[in-house]
């Protein structure tokens, strides 16, 4: 036994937002490819999906390396790009037909990790995939992630059944 194993407590499985992941995944980007995460999002993510006018480098007057907490938000784009973004998903990785992420990575990434119970504004949220919420919104499924920083605020999300996608930057 290692000392973590021997000193740790074993808890029920349960459903906290926290920016931590995403901080860490970051360093595991940075750790795998020997590259800064900024360029290796825009190598595989932007650059692939022609989103030309999004960075994940600060971008904002009030945000700096040191604020944007690194993979946890900080991206600055446009309403085009987000729709860029938000199409891919609604469709499994294709975009104007062509295949850009691969069908079980995106699968993955959309497929709920862990159930949940909470109440967010009109929606019911149920359970949280890799960076994706599932809710019920009067009947329909809602697939969304909102984040914010002071003076801006995004939504992203769209209704699988409906075929219906919604991107608000404010």
């Known amino acids: 036994f290692t000392l ?28 795998a490819t020997n590259e800064p995460w900024m360029n290796t999002l825009t190598k ?7 989103m030309t006018d999004t960075s994940a480098k600060p971008c904002i007057a009030t945000k700096s390396a040191t604020t944007m907490n690194r993979g946890a938000g900080g991206l600055c784009s446009s309403i085009a790009d ?9 469709t499994d990785g ?13 699968r993955e990434v959309h497929a709920p990790q862990i159930s949940l119970q909470r109440r967010f504004g009109r929606l019911d ?5 890799l960076g994706w919420y599932h809710a019920d919104y009067q009947g329909d499924v809602v697939i969304h992630h909102f984040g914010s920083y002071p003076g ?8 699988p059944d409906r075929n219906l996608g919604v991107v608000v930057l404010t």
Do not use: C
């Open 4 to 31: 973590l194993e021997r000193y740790s407590v074993a808890t029920p499985r349960q459903f906290s937002y926290d920016n931590l992941g995403y901080i860490l995944t970051s360093y595991a980007i940075e750790h």
């Open 44 to 50: 595989r993510v932007f650059e692939p999906l022609s």
């Open 82 to 90: 987000m729709t860029r973004w938000l199409r891919v998903n609604m």
């Open 94 to 106: 294709l975009l104007d037909g062509k295949r850009v992420f691969p069908l079980a990575v995106m």
């Open 125 to 129: 949220r149920y359970a949280y995939a």
């Open 152 to 159: 801006t605020w995004a939504h992203v999300s769209w209704m």
